[in-house]
């Protein structure tokens, strides 16, 4: 069974930061490249970050520079460093392995006022 827990949202102003957690079983996480998401109101999902196994990362270019995707191997955790943020920025955020269907956590709400 596929687990995987999204934490570390709340309500910020624009210019705040947060840091997301996403927790995962070890053989969900072991080898797997991960993704961040986020869906904000009216609007369809994107993949704002991804990270592969080896490390190595990718961003759109609406975070590029803002936000940072890191893994944690000894924790089975993915991390979402979020700086300098935007009120377009306000979704719900959800992690998943880049390579599986139908895994998505409860997400984890990000507010950002103006």
């Known amino acids: 069974q596929v687990q995987l827990v999204e934490s570390g949202g709340g309500l910020v102003q624009a210019g705040g930061s947060l840091r997301l957690s996403c927790a995962a079983s070890l053989s969900t996480f072991s080898g797997n490249a991960f993704g961040w998401y986020r869906q904000a109101p009216g609007k369809q999902r994107e993949l704002v970050a991804r990270i592969y196994a080896s490390g190595s990362t990718n961003y759109a270019d609406s975070v590029k520079g803002r936000f940072t995707i890191s893994r944690d191997n000894a924790k089975n955790t993915v991390y979402l460093q979020m700086n300098s943020l935007k009120p377009e920025d306000t979704a719900v955020y959800y992690c998943?392995?880049?390579?599986?269907?139908?895994?998505w956590g409860q997400g984890t709400q990000v507010t950002v006022s103006s």
């Open positions: 998943k392995p880049m390579a599986y269907v139908n895994v």
